[in-house]
């Protein structure tokens, strides 16, 4: 089966760091263009960040631009997102996200992992 | 930034019933929108991408349409399993944005 597992998520306190992972099974993970996608409680969706399939292009949400970094490695078929200096509104699920276009970006997502819920509180 | 104004809140039918949901952006975003379903604990999945384009494996009771700023998911007769969260998202503009959402619920 296709599909995508978050690993990483906990409680940490504000200022603190965590690292995110995602783990794909089922496709060609280094043919893939990836994004990391948060849901807050009880709201909507948020886009976060995008990286490229060779890791050559990378783009954050302005949200979390300079704390947060995103990264692959397409030999382990991972994906990663490490969060710094975080705060109480970075409190979400965070989903990887397939780009739907592959290696070229649509800006779209057609397959989604159940997601890693992060709660930043002291 | 775009913004995304799903409506209504909440849609209360039953099954059989037709569902048709809103989504409205704050500009144009040239056609690209799509469309997602989430239930609760699950991921969410693609349904509806461009417009109306329907997505690999997605049943022809869902459909798309819309232009310019107003955009709409209809689902022809909910079976029991579409009760569920949809939302909109545009990729017409940066940063991508998505909508609050639209919760279909049995009535």
């Known amino acids: 089966e296709v599909q995508l597992v978050e690993s990483g998520g906990g409680l940490v306190q504000p200022g603190g760091s965590l690292r995110l992972s995602c783990v794909d099974s089922?496709?060609?993970?280094?043919?893939?263009?990836m994004h990391w996608v948060r849901q807050a409680p009880g709201k909507g969706l948020e886009w976060v960040s995008y990286i490229s399939y060779t890791s050559a292009t990378i783009y954050y949400a302005d949200s979390v631009k300079g704390r947060f970094t995103m990264s692959r490695d397409n030999a382990k078929n991972s994906l990663y997102l490490q969060m710094n200096s975080l705060r109480d509104d970075d409190t979400a699920v965070y989903y990887c996200?397939?780009?739907?276009?592959?290696?070229?970006?649509?800006?779209?997502?057609?397959?989604w992992g159940r997601g890693t819920l992060v709660t930043v509180s002291s | 930034e775009t913004v995304l104004t799903q409506s209504p809140g909440t849609l209360s039918l039953s099954p059989g019933e037709r569902a048709t949901l809103s989504c409205r952006t704050s500009?144009?975003?040239?056609?690209?929108l799509a469309w997602y379903q989430q239930k609760p604990g699950q991921a969410p999945r693609l349904l509806i991408y461009g417009t109306s384009g329907r997505a690999t494996g997605i049943p022809d009771r869902f459909s798309g349409s819309g232009s310019g700023t107003d955009f709409t998911l209809t689902i022809s007769r909910l079976e029991p399993e579409d009760f569920a969260v949809y939302y909109c998202?545009?990729?017409?503009?940066?940063?991508?944005?998505f909508g609050g959402g639209t919760k279909v619920e049995i009535k």
């Open positions: 500009q144009s975003v040239n056609n690209y």
């Open positions: 998202q545009q990729y017409g503009g940066s940063p991508l944005t």
């Open positions: 089922g496709f060609t993970f280094r043919s893939y263009d």
């Open positions: 996200a397939r780009e739907a276009g592959g290696s070229k970006p649509y800006w779209y997502f057609d397959l």
